[in-house]
Each structure stands twice: as structure tokens, then as C-alpha cells.
DNA sequence: CGCAGATTTGACCATTTGGTCAGTAGCGGG
DNA sequence: CCCGCTACTGACCAAATGGTCAAATCTGCG
């Protein structure tokens, strides 16, 4: 499962082998066919395993203490996730592109759902003028893409950076990009005086 | 050529087949290789074209107008390119997540340099309190990653929105995006009078 | 026209790959 | 010890696929 997770991951569906996978868990071919049906239904399990990770592990979204607060702790929750799974965000990743064609009906049926749920606390935020004023499922894929361009993009960023230990050397710098989200988002730090007063309170330096 | 681009973005290099590709450029596969001499040749050329799409397209940002509207200008020609050339960009998105293994070189030999370049232009600003102190490159990674969200997961946007018109309906929306991610890297909008005075100028509503 | 080289194409092939199957090994209970 | 059942496995197969090739067709030119 692990190793199918890590295989699908580095080579996508189609170029995965199921004999490499079943090479990697350390048992023979017919014998990881007789544990999962097919190629396309070991797939289905381990996409499924790695969107459930995603939603469950990340949790809610504090509404009560400050705005700030609160999406800092998920964005951060996030990354840990993306630097911690990183071959999950991968494979996740490749089968959005493709189109979703697996797990479509879940996005549909969980991730939408989940999404309009939590954006009414941004709503909510966003009329007492605590938050900026973006379709807060914009505010999601905002923060979806950019905690998820450090698992996904790794090797990018390690031809641009030259980082020799990527773990230590490029998370250590996401503070600043976490700072940044969140005074995109112009979330308060503290409930705002009034309606429209913000003044996006992040001090930059 | 398009055809290529358009199948290998589908479903990958591995997923992508000679004859689909034949047949939607519309002539047979043998003719095909003919012209280049096989699947993974043609690949490359397919890719390479693309990272030079990106890269020249993209071409400057401009020194000599204010940092808000230079990165305003970079992300929305970005956001532009993502928009009109979604199967490059989902395409380059591919490659980058495998781990680049052809254009891998490309990257440390052309793209590392023009950030190390840009970054120059980023370094100054912070300097000079008109931006906030990110890593430039990561600067990058931040607008690169929230720019091809909407060519990548395109499939996931969908989903969560129920988007009917995806053109129209999602980047009618991104004016707000763009606004907190030149928000979030604290870009002033005029010179700043004094250093490190930068108070996130961007007023909120 | 006639020829040489380039272009085009259907037929074909070697290899790879997902999946099957018949048979073997392990094991709990009687 | 044996029976029945599940777990396991090597050998095998049909289908798919990248790539080749020889023959056909086209094109420019003397």
C-alpha cells in the first residue's frame, strides 16, 4: 500500500508497474493481484486513502480565535502534511491534472461541501472585516497551492535553489511564506474596531 | 506537434499513446516517427518548446515602474499564459512532479539564473521597505504556484465550484487573487519615503 | 519523360505488461 | 494424520504498444 503510494506517485498510472510496486512491498506479483482485484482497483484504494489523509488530517478551521491564528494553524498543518507525505501530494496532484478522473465524485461529494462549509466562516470574517475580501474558495486553492508547491514542485525548486538538504533548507524559509499568506488574506490578528477598518495589522519586518 | 502537447498533458508521458497522438495530429504513426525519430524524442522537443514558451514569454518585470504594479503586470501575463495555453502548463506541471527528469538541466541552466537575476530587482525593493523580506525565490514560488493552480487543478477547481463556463466563471475571480498575493508580498505602490517603513499600503476593501 | 531522393503508409514484429490459473504450501480443527 | 480452506506463487497468455521496413507515392529537375 506504501509502496504502491510511493510508486504511483513517482511515475504516475500508467507508468507505474505493478510488478515494481510489488517488488517494493517485497512479495510476488500474483500475490499483491490476489490482495487487490487489479492495477485500477489498487489505485482507486490508495488515491481514496490519500484524499481521506487530506481532509481528516487537516482538520477544522478554529473559528473562535483570531483569523490570523486560525489560518496560520491550517496553513501550517498543511505543510506539514505536503513535507511529510510529500509522494501522497504528488500522486494527488497527478490525478487532478489528469483530470480527476478517479476521484472526481469525491470532490464533488466531500471537498465541495467542505469547502462552502468553511467558507462561511470566511464570510463571516470578511463582514466584520477581519479578512479581505476574496470568494473564499479562492482563498482555498490560494492556500492549497501554495503549501502544495513545495511537495509537488520539489524538484523545481531544488533546480532553482540548489538546496543540498531540502527538507531543512527549503522549509525552514516557508515562515515567511506562511507570513505572507496570511497578510494576503488580510486577516487580523485581533477582532477589528469596526467594520471595514482593517488595515491588514501584519507588520511586515 | 499540438497534438502532441494536447495527449502527452492528458495522460502523461507514459499514458500518452503514439497512435492517439497520430491520429488527432491526423496522419499515421508510422509517418509520425518519420519525423521524429520516436515517443520519447518527441516528448522532449514537446517540452522543451513549452519551458521556452515559459520562459520567454514571461520575459521581464520591469524595474523602473513601482513593485506593485511590476509583479501586478508579471502575474497577470503569468495568469494570461495559464489561461490560454492550459495543456503546456498542466504539461511542464507533469514533468516538474516526476521529478523533471528531462528538463531537469534546462531548469538549473536557465531558470535558476533568471531568478537569481530577478531576485536582484526583489533584494532591492526589500532594501528599499517596498516589498516584504521573502526569499525572492521563493517570491517565485509563491506567484508561479498560485498562477498555475488554475491551469493544474483545473479539475478540482471545477469540482468545488460547480463552475459551469470554467473561463469566464474562474478568472473573472482572480483580480482578487492577484490583489493578495501583491498584498501578501507587501508591494508598495509608490517608492516608500523611508526605509523599512513599509505598513502593507494596500488598503483592503 | 525519367530518375533520384524524399515522403508516406500498411503490414509486421519484438517486447512489455496486466492479469489468470493450476498447483503448492500453510494451518486450524477434528 | 487428514480434511478443508485460505494464502501464496511460478509459469503462462492475450493484448497492447513502440518501433521497423519494404513498398508505394510524390516532387523537383535535367
Redesign the pocket.
Known amino acids: 500500500m506504501l509502496a504502491a503510494t510511493r510508486v504511483f506517485s513517482r511515475k504516475g498510472y500508467d507508468g ?4 515494481e510496486i510489488a517488488r517494493e512491498a517485497g ?5 499483491l ?2 490482495y487487490f482485484k ?3 482497483a489498487l489505485y482507486r484504494l490508495v488515491i481514496e486513502r490519500v484524499l481521506d489523509l487530506w481532509l481528516n488530517a487537516l482538520g477544522d478551521i478554529a473559528v473562535d480565535i483570531n483569523p490570523a491564528e486560525a489560518i496560520r494553524n491550517y496553513v501550517n498543518r498543511k505543510i506539514h502534511l505536503s513535507r511529510h507525505y510529500p509522494e501522497a501530494s504528488r500522486l494527488f496532484a497527478m490525478e487532478v491534472i489528469a483530470g480527476a478522473p478517479v476521484i472526481g465524485g469525491h470532490l464533488v461529494s466531500h471537498l465541495r461541501p467542505w469547502v462552502a462549509e468553511k467558507g462561511q466562516v470566511f464570510k463571516r470574517w470578511q463582514d466584520e472585516g477581519r479578512m479581505a475580501h476574496i470568494d473564499p474558495a479562492h482563498a482555498f486553492f490560494m492556500i492549497w497551492a501554495v503549501t502544495q508547491t513545495y511537495a509537488d514542485f520539489e524538484a523545481q525548486i531544488k533546480a532553482v535553489t540548489g538546496a543540498s538538504d531540502y527538507d531543512s533548507d527549503i522549509y525552514a524559509a516557508t515562515d515567511a511564506v506562511v507570513d505572507a499568506l496570511v497578510r494576503g488574506l488580510g486577516l487580523a490578528d485581533a477582532p477589528a474596531k469596526g467594520q471595514k477598518q482593517n488595515k491588514a495589522a501584519v507588520v511586515i519586518n
Open positions: 507505474a508497474r505493478v510488478d512479495l510476488p506479483k500474483a500475490n493481484l490476489y487489479s492495477k485500477k
